[in-house]
């Protein structure tokens, strides 16, 4: 489990809980504008940020699909969330904190850092253990509704 949370993930998710009360006990309806997470993924640039509420939060380094591998493109909503995933595709390779948007595809922590900011996996999303962990934080108090991955070329 994730315990060093950076002071930045503490007062959004602390904001987000408190903002989620008071929708909810507003009851008019007001709870359908709940927060809202949006992570902007980068074939091109490698990168990963994160928008709460549209405000830029959080910048990544990511790897996405190497040669001959495909990290699909579009808009994505979690489909299912694991502490810890190993993969029965790819020789239980170890998938921390993954969070599944299509299929197979994930993001999830690597500990190839050195390769992130360049194409290294078979296609999903690979992130720092540290910033994997925040973000699936975020999508757990958020919620998986809350949440959309976007990926582009």
């Known amino acids: 489990m994730h315990t ?5 993930l503490i007062h959004i998710t602390a904001a987000a809980l408190m903002g989620a ?3 909810l006990g507003a009851g008019n309806g007001a709870a359908q504008a709940a927060n809202k997470i949006v992570a902007r993924v ?3 640039q490698q990168t990963m940020e994160v928008l709460v509420d549209g405000r830029p939060t959080f910048a990544w380094k990511v790897s996405t699909g190497a040669r001959g591998y495909v990290t699909p493109t579009g808009s994505f909503k979690p489909t299912r969330m694991h502490q810890m995933w190993y993969s029965k595709k790819y020789d239980n390779a170890p998938m ?3 969070v599944f948007f299509s299929g197979g595809y ?4 690597t500990n190839a850092v050195k390769r992130l900011g360049q194409p290294a996996s078979h296609g999903c999303v690979r992130l720092h253990p540290d910033n994997a962990a925040d973000f699936y934080q975020l999508v757990e108090v958020f919620g998986p509704a809350n949440t959309s991955i976007v990926i582009v070329k």
């Open 42 to 44: 980068s074939l091109s």
């Open 106 to 109: 994930a993001v999830h922590a």
């Open 96 to 98: 921390p904190h993954s």
């Open 4 to 8: 060093t949370i950076s002071a930045k």
């Open 21 to 23: 009360a008071f929708l």
